[in-house]
């Protein structure tokens, strides 16, 4: 029996019932050529200690999550194997922090009282977390405090474009995002600058249990390499505007561990800071 489990972080623009049917019918295809039992319906699972005990519990095998909710749990049980999408050609995805050329925001130490938008969808995952460790390294305080107000969007025009009609002071969007962006309008590219972007990010994952070992288990991961390969897994992806899965070892998401763990210490050593009383 195969049980998958999707975090409800994946879902920020994706239609939660079009992704549960499409996973629906690849199970099917997949118990019915590969001989593999699947639970006909997925299940959608909400925060942290919710997709905690469905590990422990065992209630799922396969989990797709983000990069985030990956670090946290990793901490607490083991993943193998780890799949990763690719999505235009490339498994990871950098932010970018834009300002206005004309606008007044030449450096971090710029954006105290100003307004943020961000793009938040779990392409940007670890936005908010990259952007604190900027401006805490830069002697400053996490966005929240430090900002005057920041405000998400999902989709991306939404957070690009007050910028660009000086509505909104700064944004984090995807670098691919933004790119596209000024592809189709160039006058975005000319009135928007790059003030600070990130490193390689991979935003989200597809896991197993270490300890899921059935006899058919490699049965199943060629399932999910192959999954491009046939009407049922291409609707899969599509779903979640991808274009294919492979399996990586988890060295492949250091880069991301890091900031975040870089993240939990800079903020933790700047609350204690601001919190000890005065000599």
Known sequence: MLSIGFSSSMFSEVNENDAKAAVKVWGQTVARTEGIQVEPDPKIIQ???????????HTVDMLSLSIKEYILLRHETQFSPIFVAYIDGKISEEYVLLVHREGRIKTLADLRGRTLSLQQNVRTTLATEWLDTLLIQNGLRPAHEFCGSINPYPKLSKAV???FFRQSDACIVTQGGYYTMCELNPQIGRQLQVLASS???????????????????NRVFNALR????NPAGQQVLSVFQSERLVDQPESILQESIDLFERYR???????????????
Do not use: W
Request: glycine letters at 2%.
């Open 47 to 57: 925060g942290m200690p919710a997709l905690l005990q469905a590990v422990r519990n």
């Open 199 to 217: 490193p390689k990010i991979v935003p989200a994952v597809l896991c197993f249990r270490a300890d899921y070992k059935p006899e058919f288990r």
């Open 161 to 163: 474009l007050p910028v």
């Open 265 to 279: 210490r800079l903020t933790a050593a700047a609350n204690a800071a601001n919190t000890s009383p005065s000599p």
């Open 226 to 229: 192959t999954l491009h390969q």
